[in-house]
């Protein structure tokens, strides 16, 4: 078997494998390295990577068990990146910025630690928008390119992840969802990317963008990757305020048939997307109804407000957050005669200029004369959306969009206007407003780039629209690999 071939199956797949001792997992290491070694210089997925002899130790030891019969789990020896704003022991977490510089976490996220005990690999930390702030994975020191076509982006901010799952350098991947930076580039590279349930999954070790709305989450090449990866990284934390407890997901619930499942559009969708987009999501549609799910359109007087609440809400919790990187605790330090010298220097010349116009539009809309105009708008907005959701719930099992108005942008077509950027999360901040689960899912193809469904539901009930994803991916049963062949170095 090709190095390439090994490197692109699911985990399905990895796994009849080992069983079968057709294959190693050692030999899935070397598969994946070999993808890196030859594409990594041109897509950009990577920023750190495990050392290959530590890595090979970590693959013979799960080998020795899935040779005994005494595997951990199906993750066992299976391979992980991890987008670099995760803590992971052994590993720096620099989030893409300069001000964490050679930073090194005295602790290890929940999440990863969750997938050490079921005997999955760290592979290495994938690169993103700085601090997780942008759409493309374009503000960083180093771009990250789609695979599909290298003149486009990923998506962002977990577009390193993404990529790193679409190109077969890795079989799963983590990544954070804020307002779609799971969901956008998975979208964009063709992937399942899944934002839990807002605190399904700790965000203990997660660095914190906006505390209220960050939910880490898997990016699979497939649905049933994606079910099997959450089950480990989720269950209750005692060290996340925030975290919840759930059910696991039943994996052969994956297989009941959807046929009466009531699920809604939301009105005013197609005048939000781009014609072909709206095209791939018509033809998503009917296959639904073939598969005898209800489908009728709804009204959702929300659309208007949701890009303004999230971003004012997002740029808020951000600006407090990032208040912490002050050059004193950790970090870079600009040296300079005192503190608040220091302070401005090293936040100057350390932030990106992303980061920087959050920063500033944050504290304005927390200061004292625009508090009550702007954020408490929000918070009225986010309530309000939340309680429309709750009401389309009570009726329907689903709600599905287009997960992005558009297939992959042109590297630098929106750096001039960054507003097309904000309104292009159109789509994928009304879940994470409301904190219910949602999953991105390829459904076609635009040009030769990949198109993506987003199925959301009710808060918790991630079975559901695991469920509806899956026999929708079945009955599409189409491969969404990119051309690398036809990729330059």
Known sequence: MVSRGLAQLNLKQLT????????????????HLDVIEKYDSCLGAFLQCGGRKDLVALAQESDKRWGNGENISLLDGIFVAVKDNIHVDGFLTTCASRILNNYRPPYEATCIEKLRQSGAVVL???NLDEFAMGSTTENSATVTSNPWNVDHVAGGSSGGSAVAVCSGMSSLALGSDTGGSIRQPASFCGLVG????YGRVSRYGLVAHAS??????????????????????SGFDNKDSTSVCSDRII?????????????????????????????????AQKTLKELGVIIEEIEFPAFDYVVAAYYLISTAEASSNLARYDGVKYGVRQECKNYQQMLTATRSQAFGKEVKKRILLGNFVLSSGYYDAYYQKAQKARGYICDLLKDIFNKYDAIITPTTP????????NEQDFMKTYTADITTVVASLAGIPAI???CGLVD???VGLQIMGKMLEEQQILNIAYQFEKAVARDFSPPLGKMTR
């Open 16 to 31: 009849t494998l080992l069983k079968k001792r057709e294959i190693s997992c050692e030999e899935i290491l070397l598969a």
């Open 124 to 126: 290495g930390k994938t």
């Open 194 to 197: 899944l934002k839990p349930s």
């Open 212 to 233: 209220s709305l960050d939910q880490i989450g898997p990016i699979t090449k497939d649905v049933y990757s994606a079910a099997q990866l959450l089950n480990v990284i």
């Open 251 to 283: 994996l052969d619930e994956l297989q009941r048939d959807i046929s009466g499942k009531k699920v809604a559009v939301l009105g005013k969708i197609s005048s939000v997307v781009d014609p072909q987009v709206a095209l791939c999501f018509d033809r």
């Open 406 to 413: 558009t297939t992959a942008f042109k590297k630098g077509e």
């Open 440 to 442: 991105s899912l390829p």
């Open 448 to 450: 030769g780039l990949p």
